[in-house]
Nanobody
Framework: QVQLAQSGGGLVQAGGSLRLSCAASGRAVSSIAMGWFRQAPGKEREFVAGITWGVGNTYYAESVKGRFTISRDNAKNTAYLQMNSLKPEDTADYYC????????????????WGQGTQVTVSS
């Protein structure tokens, strides 16, 4: 069992930056893989970035590669999503998710979810 608490998000102009945080608590939280997903109005929820608990391999959607960075502070059991060069197309509700085991990019593979946070990028 894992509980996820998100923070960050807000309103930013195009080209700006935001950092999202996701603090994990519960059983064996140092052994989880974590991912970030987003859902824009009228669109399906999509994978954004993921990170493994071991070596810390990272994975990104092509739409955010080079602009977003996922990281993990194992001492704090917290994952971060640093979002730079934001575009209006990045506007969405962002969700942190966790699972025991290897990295996955499908939302159905993640049983634990944060409450979500809004990111709005103005032009």
């Amino acid at each position: 069992q894992v509980q996820l608490a998100q923070s960050g998000g807000g309103l930013v102009q195009a080209g700006g930056s935001l950092r999202l945080s996701c603090a994990a608590s519960g059983r064996a939280v140092s052994s989880i893989a974590m991912g970030w997903f987003r859902q824009a109005p009228g669109k399906e929820r999509e994978f954004v970035a993921g990170i493994t608990w071991g070596v810390g391999n990272t994975y990104y959607a092509e739409s955010v590669k080079g602009r977003f960075t996922i990281s993990r502070d194992n001492a704090k059991n917290t994952a971060y999503l640093q979002m730079n060069s934001l575009k209006p197309e990045d506007t969405a509700d962002y969700y942190c998710a966790a699972r025991y085991g290897a990295h996955r990019s499908r939302q159905d593979d993640y049983p634990y979810w944060g409450q979500g946070t809004q990111v709005t990028v103005s032009s």
